[in-house]
């Protein structure tokens, strides 16, 4: 190739990346748009809630969660779970800006598998009391001194600003 070709075919690479750039800054936009939108929509934390939930709000959620689907799909889309999950974490980190978002990387910690979780204190504490609070909460003749730590766990969550009726 020669010299001009290179040129050429450069000059088109670079305007081929500032568009790419350009469409990646119009989907985050939009994405970080739509979230605000639904966290005002819904004053619960819907993006929370699981894709089994069968509830009033659940089924809220779903219709919007559809509807985006279908027009994704329509434009051939290949992948609008990933479009979900996004507008779901912008959501979160808008309505708690001190979690961090799937994907995002802070201090990493390691779990006791060894591989790196990388999330914010904030994020695990919801995270790992969660998973404590379902745990006992499955149980049965909890012993009372369990039951009062239940209830604090709840609280603790409820102060990091969960909703204990949205836990599945």
């Known amino acids: 190739m020669n010299t001009l070709n290179n040129e050429v075919l ?3 690479i670079a305007t081929a990346m500032d568009s790419v750039v350009d469409g990646v800054r119009g989907i985050y936009g939009s994405q970080v ?3 605000s939108l ?9 993006f929370e809630v699981k894709h089994t939930d069968t509830s009033d709000e659940g ?3 779903r219709k919007d969660k559809e509807t985006l689907f279908e027009k994704l799909k329509a434009v051939k889309h290949k992948n609008p779970s990933k479009i979900w999950a996004d507008v779901r974490n912008y959501a979160r980190l808008e309505r708690y800006p001190d979690t ?5 990387v802070q201090d990493g910690e390691q779990g006791e598998s060894g591989a790196n979780h990388n ?3 904030m994020l695990r504490t919801v995270e790992e009391l969660t998973a404590l609070w379902k745990f006992l909460k499955r149980q049965e003749n909890l012993d009372p001194k369990l039951n009062g730590a239940l209830l604090h766990i709840g609280k603790a969550l409820e102060e990091c600003g969960v909703k204990l009726n949205m836990i599945q």
């Not at 639904?38 to 819907?46: G, P, T």
Request: net charge neutral; no cysteine.
């Open 100 to 104: 961090q978002v799937e994907g995002e």
């Open 38 to 46: 639904l966290n005002q929509k819904y004053e619960f934390d819907w």
């Open 59 to 61: 089924k809220q959620v």
């Open 33 to 35: 748009r739509l979230a």
């Open 119 to 121: 999330r914010s204190p």
């Open 10 to 12: 450069a000059n088109q």
